[in-house]
């Protein structure tokens, strides 16, 4: 799959706001697993879900970290927040599960 991109803040007019296919799956994840779990998830959670290595999930959390999809408290667990709302997201896909393609962020 290419590196799609979605531009779910253009409406309010802030740009560079745009995510590839493969940060859109991983802030789907962090959305659903929160609603679910009734807490964020650890970055260990994404490690087994999307079949990556942990320095390549740590790597994605520093991107969207950077690109203010989300944000955490340095040194405690479990503290993702998203800054997107559902309506910014993708839908999670269960072929992205395990997937290495377009693992870059």
Sequence with gaps: MGRERNDPRADEGMPGTEYTSRQG???????YYTI???RPP?????????????SAVHQMVLAL???RF???TPGQSRSIQLLLGREG??????DARG????AGT
């Design 25 to 31: 799956q991983f802030l789907a994840f962090i959305y």
């Design 36 to 38: 679910l779990m009734g």
């Design 42 to 54: 650890a970055e260990a959670d994404m490690e087994r879900f999307f079949g990556t290595s942990p």
């Design 65 to 67: 970290e950077r690109r």
């Design 70 to 72: 989300i944000e955490r």
């Design 89 to 94: 997201l993708p839908d999670l896909n269960p």
């Design 99 to 102: 997937s290495q393609c377009g």
